[in-house]
Nanobody, 124 residues
Framework: VQLLESGGGLVQAGGSLRLSCAVS????????VAWYRQAPGKEREFVVG????????LYADSVKGRFTISRDNAKNTVYLQMNSLKSEDTAVYYC??????????????????WGQGTQVTVSS
């Protein structure tokens, strides 16, 4: 199983980016997905999770109302739309997949597969 993130880059504060995470190697009919991020000198933190049936989402307070997670099962791709970006959103963003149902969305240990990360830099 491979996860490949794309869409990162440099953007000014207040701008938008959309990250993509393409999943290959196995087709998951139902799986939980999440985005995490890690800023320099900080631990990796949960950003948002989407439940295995797509009927539950959980956002970190810091991104609520600005970020939106979505998925296209036909393309086996997960997206993260990021609006109103702030300098504190600067980090490497990782997507993750939990192939088991009923996983805990915010729990990092729930996710078996991880991408290599994509850098997002927000200039103030």
């Amino acid at each position: 199983v491979q996860l490949l993130e794309s869409g990162g880059g440099l953007v000014q504060a207040g701008g938008s980016l959309r990250l993509s995470c393409a999943v290959s190697g196995r087709t998951f009919s139902d799986y939980g997905v999440a985005w995490y991020r890690q800023a320099p000198g900080k631990e990796r933190e949960f950003v948002v999770g989407l439940g295995w049936r797509g009927d539950s989402t959980l956002y970190a307070d810091s991104v609520k109302g600005r970020f939106t997670i979505s998925r296209d099962n036909a393309k086996n791709t997960v997206y993260l739309q990021m609006n109103s970006l702030k300098s504190e959103d600067t980090a490497v963003y990782y997507c993750a997949v939990d192939p088991a149902p009923y996983g805990t969305l915010w729990l990092e240990a729930s996710y078996d597969y991880w991408g290599q990360g994509t850098q997002v830099t927000v200039s103030s």
